[in-house]
């Protein structure tokens, strides 16, 4: 019997209407699709109902993965893709297998011959990038940083030194209410001539977005705190 | 006086209508803008008429950056931003800024206070990662691997450590004629049980991802000659 095709799902970064950032043809497979392996149902369903589907909204099931979700459940929430059905992999923003758990259902996928199909949309990270200015051409995204004081110093020390020394541009990010202390963090540790790129609210009415030296950051803190951001150490 | 805007316009990967892979409200931008600076003014062109430009195509205008243009020209080309003109900045395939020299540009606007506006497009790279179901928490995009036959196999032992030990997904590229030498690279100097993701004509007709361990490329490879494909090491 002929697998089913997961799709990689993308959806929103910023409240919006889903044309800004996410293609036509991408919007036509969101609206017929009516399986999802999604990490939080309830913003899956209020992101499927602005995309217009098509599918009515009590009949679309969904499967949950998200950070809780353990290997050994992964074959049972894949199971219908084996009996042939369609499936769209979802996440709570942006394109989904980046910056969250949805990889183990991709993983499985190739492991058990199912096609995946990955679809355009918005994500943080490379908007980010491209517009930071920094080298596109060699880039580490690091995730969440670490949590305690001493390893964290000991982190961001050796992310200047890649941007710095190796010119590769180092990406990251923090829980949105943590983001002050990840700036302040950023100037404790790191040079003031270090070039620091704060990208906030991306694709939304309040992105901001700016590379300047840590000692402009200094002197003029922008508004972070509950805001999702992306930050990148690079080099002009 | 007020400086334009630089949007960062992205184009196609692959043959095929701009609206399977790029926003309407990208579209949109696209359309009223009258002056690039672009990888290649053809290609642009090509692409510009393809996604419905509303400019005449003789009046359109082009500035040129490439891997050519020296660092002391950048200032002639982003000039008319500076006198208040808005400006796209378009490159041969996807997002630009990544994996091109768009970069150049974008950090002379945050140095001289312009307005950076990231667009929303497709990105082989990003594609490729969230399509091979390795670890999109943590990776790396290196680019072209080193050309040297030493140089290059060393680079590769890295890549597969960091891959295998640290389960930071690596991504690299190679120009599309020399795929098939970067392949037999591959098996020649990773271990069989390693996993590669190969993902080419990414959003073409003639797409292919698969994630495999190099084993099976060894038996089975395909046929990426001449074909963008963008490369995967990590860990399931």
Redesign the interface.
């Known amino acids: 019997m002929k697998g089913g095709t997961l799709w ?1 799902i993308p959806t929103l970064l910023a409240p919006g ?1 889903p ?8 919007l036509a497979v969101t609206r017929r699709l009516s399986f999802f392996i999604a990490e939080n149902e309830k913003t899956a369903r209020r992101y499927l109902k602005a995309a217009g589907t098509s599918v009515p909204l009590n009949d679309l099931e969904f499967a949950v993965l998200n950070k809780h979700t353990r290997p050994e459940e992964v074959p049972a929430l894949c199971a219908p893709l084996l009996e042939g059905r369609d499936a769209g992999l979802i996440s709570e923003a942006g ?6 758990p ?2 183990a259902v ?6 058990n011959g199912i096609t ?3 679809l ?4 943080s ?19 969440y940083l670490p949590i305690d004081a001493s390893a964290r110093k000991k982190y961001l020390k050796k992310l200047e030194r890649s941007a710095e020394d190796e010119g ?1 541009s180092q990406i990251f990010m923090e829980t949105p209410f943590r983001n002050d202390k990840l700036l302040n963090d950023l100037l404790h540790v790191c040079r003031p001539s270090t070039h620091l ?1 704060i990208a906030r609210d ?2 939304g009415d309040t ?1 901001f ?4 030296p840590l000692s402009f950051w200094k002197k003029q803190k922008p508004t972070l705190h509950k805001h999702p951001a992306i930050f990148v150490l690079g080099k ?1």
Chains 1, 2 share one sequence.
């Open positions: 990689l209407p044309e800004a950032v996410v293609p036509a043809a991408v394109m989904p297998g980046i910056a969250d949805g990889a991709t993983a499985w996928c190739h492991q995946v199909k990955p355009t949309g918005p994500s990270i490379l908007l980010a990038l491209t517009a930071s200015g920094f080298n596109g051409q060699h880039f580490t995204f690091h995730g590769i790129c991306i694709t992105e977005i700016k590379t300047a002009f």
